[in-house]
């Protein structure tokens, strides 16, 4: 296993009336893209500004390479970088002088990383930074993030408004980055862009972790769903007998959706040639799909309770 | 200690509006200094002081012919009995006498008719009155019988009598001026009665009123403690010098008085008391303030228009307007703006520590006020410079002092609104508290000006003082470093008030949550 590089320990940073992030407990391991997912208000922000000291958690701290999050928060910057939520630049004429002042900042004399992104992005950055899109205020964000090859990257919702090329763009970029070596937290409300990127995935609702998802148990599950629909009763009710796992049953149609365990593919299909099928179609496991389970399993465990 | 590319930021962001606010100030002293070097600015205060001067004479004129009017009426109401007594005793001896007189010698031949009159008339005149009574016949008869006059001649006689009669029998410690008003005013009496044998109050008060109008002038002469006074205020010897000065005459001196005087006739004969007339009639400019009138002259006569103009007006008010503005929207921009806005993420998620920025921001603050008032400063000495041979009084020492002063009173306004701006998320807080406190100073500095004591006694609406006590600006005491006294103390509370605020507002920028 990895090492870690933020270890968040039991954090609560209470808003009152419900708001805030209550006993957060995960952590991000070294080279890994960690998704944080989670609707607006739900504390993505809130525990990604503690993260970066900028908010001081009420009870718990923040591990990052052995550096209090909050109190060595200069001292983390050195292998941080962060694209915040909002973003607003500061009273500059261009994005060039934003991304040379920035560069000052970090101390950074070399500037062919940057001047790459530039490219990449194909962004034109003599515009005022003030008076950007939104989309372009979010490359130009990425840009002055990454810029510095920082080990640990902290993105709040990077993609939002980015056009759907642009977010793919953006996208590879971030691959790369991880090919780097680099740990990167990306939140989002979006599962679709998340899944294909994270390596895991946390869902936080109402400032509590529901689950952490390991993509790759998503990706490659164990045992896939398969629906198969077929052209005559008899061979459905013949098929019903067969010793395969039958999750669902839809008499009227002629079909069944079973799940299939990975050694036994080739003995399923050996079987499925005996019948005469209308289709058959996997049904794909998402992220989607992993957390509205746990939340249904959650809620019935709720209602047991009670 | 400081950030190098936050403060390019800082300069880059404010710099126009510092140019701007720099410049326009700038000119402003530049122009006010160029023009008060022109305009001859204490022409101003002396015709000020002039109407002032001559309100305040005119009533003291008034008054004084009041005062007199009142001692000689009340001589004239004492005197009237006695001279309608003796007038009317003397009138019946005369008549006698003569008629005695010229019948001896007419009809009888009489070798002494004078002799045998005077016989004949004491012998029917009681014991005690014969002194008197022989001195009055000798006198008419000697007159009667040497000059041989006419009636009109033998009536002036008798009033000349009278009024020797009654000099005589006045005391003897009253002094000869007395005498000689009392013989003035007996005439004037006498020859209304002898006219219509009767003295009215009308008559009595139209003899008052010209006995002084006629000696007003000439009596403005006698030494007394108001007009010596005065004297010693403006540096004249004698009353006629300053009359003449402020362009009076006798004619007008005494019309004044004259006018004074038929007011004050008017009011009491329409049953107004005396001392309610008196002070309606004498009201000056200077007459409703309890403090010595040659206090109040003494104090216009220093007050110049160049200190309480540059001093006061623009190095506390106009002068400071735009700097305060300027501290309020960059205070919050360097600061509140940033967090308010989320552009400070960019600068905080780099490595630099929070009380780098704050310290970065105060440097910029005070050091972009340092060269505001370093350029503010040299333009006055230019403008001075290019006025000196003329009429303004301000030297460079003392405009280095103001300029000293200003800065450091901007410093201690910028203290507080730093404070705000690193204390509060928002720019509306920030904006709201440290501007609205501000120019809540700025606006009460305005406003008790008028109660100040740079303004002219004449001018202060005292009650206007309390606004002083409700600014920091107050502790900028121009006044003072123009005019001589200790100004040190308050420009280091001002200091201090600088340095709290600005230590305040970089701890609690170091400890609170930042919405990044």
């Known amino acids: 296993m990895n090492a870690v590089d933020i270890k968040i320990n039991h954090i609560t940073k209470d808003y009152g009336q419900n708001r805030g992030v209550f006993d957060l407990n995960f952590e991000l391991r070294r080279g890994e893209i960690f998704g944080f997912v989670g609707t607006n208000g739900s504390g993505k922000t809130t525990t990604i ?212 365990n990975k050694e036994e593919y080739n003995s399923f299909f050996k079987t499925l040639t005996k019948y005469n099928l209308k289709f058959i179609n996997e049904n794909k496991y998402n992220l989607e799909k992993y957390f509205k389970e746990k939340f249904n399993r959650l809620e019935r465990d709720g209602e047991n309770h009670d | 200690m400081i950030s190098v590319p936050l403060l390019k930021q800082s300069i880059k962001a404010n710099g126009v509006a510092w140019l701007l606010v720099t410049l326009a100030t700038s000119i402003m002293l530049g122009i006010l200094i160029f023009v008060l070097g022109n305009i001859q600015s204490n022409e101003i205060r002396d015709s000020l002081k002039d109407s002032f001067i001559k309100s305040e004479l005119e009533a003291q004129f008034k008054s004084g012919a009041i005062d007199g009017f009142v001692i000689v009426y009340d001589t004239i109401y004492q005197l009237y009995p006695e001279i309608k007594n003796t007038y009317d005793q003397v009138t019946n001896l005369s008549n006698v006498a003569v008629l005695t007189y010229d019948q001896l010698k007419n009809q009888f031949n009489h070798p002494n008719p004078k002799e045998g009159a005077i016989q004949i008339i004491l012998n029917n005149t009681p014991d005690e009155d014969k002194p008197l009574a022989t001195f009055i016949l000798t006198s008419v008869l000697t007159y009667y019988e040497t000059n041989n006059p006419t009636q009109n001649e033998l009536t002036q006689f008798i009033s000349k009598l009278v009024i020797d009669l009654i000099i005589n029998n006045m005391e003897e410690e009253v002094p000869e001026e007395t005498r000689a008003v009392v013989k003035s005013i007996s005439q004037q009496i006498i020859e209304i009665y002898s006219k219509n ?142 967090v308010d806005s989320g552009s400070l993420a960019f600068v905080l998620s780099t490595p630099t520590k929070r009380r780098k920025v704050t310290i970065t921001q105060m440097i910029y603050l005070i050091g972009s006020l340092i060269c505001m008032y370093i350029i503010i400063g040299v333009v006055s000495f230019i403008a001075t410079m290019l006025v000196k041979d003329k009429t303004f009084s301000i030297t460079y020492q003392d405009l280095l002092k103001l300029n000293v002063g200003a800065l450091i009173t901007v410093i201690a306004i910028s203290g507080i609104c730093f404070l705000a701006s690193a204390w509060f998320n928002r720019s509306k807080y920030s904006v709201g508290v440290g501007g609205g406190l501000s120019m809540f100073f700025l606006v009460s500095t305005i406003l008790g000006l008028f109660g100040s004591s740079t303004i002219p006694e004449a001018l202060r609406i005292k009650a206007m003082n309390f606004f002083n006590y409700t600014t920091i600006i107050t502790l900028f005491d121009s006044e003072k470093i123009l005019s001589g006294g200790t100004y040190i103390y308050g420009l280091l509370i001002l200091l201090g008030i600088a340095i709290i605020t600005y230590i305040i507002g970089i701890i609690r920028f170091d400890k609170k949550d930042l919405p990044l």
Request: negative net charge; hydrophobic residues 40%.
């Open chain 1, 49 to 260: 500004r503690q993260i970066m000291g900028f908010i001081k958690p009420n009870n718990g701290h923040i591990d990052i390479r052995g550096l209090d999050a909050y109190k060595d928060a200069t001292e983390t910057k050195k292998f941080i970088g962060y694209v915040p939520g909002e973003i607003s630049f500061p009273d500059l004429p261009t994005g060039i002088s934003f991304i040379k002042s920035q560069a000052e900042f970090l101390k950074l004399k070399d500037l062919s990383y940057a001047n790459e992104l530039i490219k990449i992005f194909q962004i034109d950055l003599r515009a005022n930074p003030r008076k950007m899109s939104k989309g372009m205020k979010q490359k130009t964000a990425v840009i002055a993030a990454l810029m510095n090859d920082a080990d640990i990257l902290l993105l709040d919702e990077p993609t939002t408004g980015l056009d759907p090329l642009m977010r793919k763009l953006f996208l590879e970029v971030l691959e790369k980055e991880k090919a780097k070596g680099k740990t990167i937290l990306i939140s989002s409300n979006i599962f679709e862009e998340i899944e294909a990127l994270c390596d895991r995935v946390a869902l936080i609702k109402d400032g509590k972790i529901i689950d952490i998802a390991v993509m790759e148990e998503i990706r490659n599950p164990i045992k896939r769903e398969y629906k198969i629909e077929f052209n005559n009763k008899d061979d459905f009710e013949k098929f019903k007998l067969e010793n395969i796992e039958i999750v669902r049953i839809k008499e009227e149609q002629n079909q069944v959706i079973v799940k299939i």
């Open chain 2, 197 to 338: 044998n009767e003295l009215t109050i009308e008559n009595m008060q139209t003899i008052a009123r010209l006995y002084i109008e006629n000696s007003f002038y000439d009596q403005l002469g006698t030494p007394n403690e108001q007009t010596d006074k005065m004297l010693e205020v403006f540096g004249y010897d004698t009353i006629y010098e300053l009359l003449e000065a402020f362009g009076y005459n006798k004619t007008t001196v005494n019309g004044i008085a004259s006018s004074g005087i038929i007011q004050y006739i008017s009011y009491i004969n329409n049953g107004m008391e005396h001392d309610l007339a008196k002070s309606e009639i004498t009201k000056s400019l200077f007459s409703q303030m309890p403090e010595d009138v040659a206090e109040s002259l003494t104090e216009l006569g220093d007050m110049n228009i160049d200190h309480l103009v540059v001093g006061t007006i623009f190095y506390k008010m106009a002068g400071l307007l735009l700097p305060i503005v300027y501290v309020i929207t960059t205070a919050n921009s360097l600061i509140a703006g940033q």
